[in-house]
């Protein structure tokens, strides 16, 4: 069973790869194989007393001119993630 990690940050588009802690983070945990959920603030939204977030499944790539593919969006309940990191400038 993959681990599900969720990460709400700054988009993504517009990290600095080289110096950025959240996107060596993402790269660990898909180096081990886990699922890796990116989202936003705006992506946030409240449902019958549930959490829930347009997420962005992403492959990710150890190259600064192309670090990730967004491989398919969903709605989703927050729970239904294994781990979630808030990591926001």
């Known amino acids: 069973m993959s ?3 969720g990460i ?4 993504i588009e517009s990290i600095q790869v080289k110096k950025d802690t959240s996107f060596a983070m ?3 945990a898909q ?5 890796v959920y990116y989202f936003t603030y705006q992506q ?7 959490v829930f977030a347009q997420v962005n499944l992403v492959k990710l790539f150890d190259d600064e001119q ?3 593919e967004i491989k398919s969006t969903q709605s989703i309940d927050l729970t239904e993630l294994d781990i979630i990191l808030i990591r926001k400038d």
Do not use: V
Request: no cysteine; aromatic share 20%.
């Open 44 to 50: 946030l939204y409240w449902n019958e007393g549930k």
């Open 26 to 28: 993402m790269l660990a």
């Open 66 to 68: 192309h670090w990730f």
């Open 3 to 5: 681990i599900k990690l």
């Open 8 to 11: 709400l940050m700054d988009p």
């Open 31 to 35: 180096k081990r194989s886990w699922s």
